[in-house]
T-cell receptor, first 110, second 118 residues
Framework: GDSVTQMEGPVTLSEEAFLTINCTYT??????LFWYVQYPGEGLQLLLK?????DKGSNKGFEATYRKETTSFHLEKGSVQVSDSAVYFC?????????FGQGTELSVKP | GAVVSQHPSWVICKSGTSVKIECRSL??????MFWYRQFPKQSLMLMAT?????????EQGVEKDKFLINHASLTLSTLTVTSAHPEDSSFYIC??????????????FGNGTRLTVT
């Protein structure tokens, strides 16, 4: 079945460092892909999305490009802030349902 | 602002009692809502799909008699954890999609309910 695999965390970075969180997927066809962010004790918020190959989703300085050839949707940010500390989830759309990766915890130190 | 509201945000109950969690769509009518469960430091696992006016569809391994889902109106779905036990302690999150958007559009999530069973 469809699945999503993310790099394991926690990822600890200093403020203003470059961030990459890897995400690869296995799916039939070309599902829409999403990144969600979860702050402590809260639900999930949509960060960005891409609906087809080569699409680039972007929001709040974060970017991810839908790579069909490598079945990847890596999340990047050029300069992280302490406020970016959270858990990040990669997800794909399977017939209307979302299938999530295991989540990657990001901790940004001042 | 939030388009999906979940209540309560946290609840503590004694073993053997039942707990009801509500999920409301605020800006749209949701014929379908999704219930997820999240264990500490783990991913979200889809439990069931709640369908307005009909029975919920449960994922494999989820006990439907344990986790009762009712979707009685287009804006409200409820999850009742019956005869709760400590192993049911978890973070439960509901979500819904605006039906005015297509099936590939993102889900909107509630803020979750932290259930602790003592």
């Amino acid at each position: 079945g469809d699945s999503v695999t993310q790099m394991e965390g926690p990822v600890t970075l200093s403020e203003e460092a470059f961030l990459t969180i890897n995400c690869t997927y296995t799916a039939t066809g070309y599902p829409s892909l999403f990144w969600y962010v979860q702050y402590p004790g809260e639900g999930l918020q949509l960060l960005l999305k891409a609906t087809k190959a080569d699409d680039k989703g972007s929001n709040k300085g974060f970017e991810a490009t839908y790579r069909k050839e490598t079945t990847s949707f890596h999340l990047e940010k050029g300069s992280v802030q302490v406020s970016d500390s959270a858990v990040y989830f990669c997800a794909l759309n399977q017939g209307g349902k979302l299938i999530f990766g295991q989540g990657t915890e990001l901790s940004v130190k001042p | 602002g939030a388009v999906v509201s979940q209540h309560p945000s946290w609840v503590i109950c004694k073993s053997g009692t039942s707990v009801k969690i509500e999920c409301r769509s605020l800006d749209f009518q949701a014929t379908t809502m999704f219930w997820y469960r999240q264990f500490p430091k783990q991913s979200l696992m889809l439990m069931a799909t709640s369908n307005e006016g009909s029975k919920a569809t449960y994922e494999q391994g989820v006990e439907k008699d344990k986790f009762l889902i009712n979707h009685a109106s287009l804006t409200l779905s409820t999850l009742t954890v019956t005869s709760a036990h400590p192993e049911d302690s978890s973070f439960y999150i509901c979500s819904a999609r605006d039906p005015r958007q297509n099936n590939n559009s993102p889900l909107h999530f509630g803020n979750g309910t932290r259930l602790t069973v003592t």
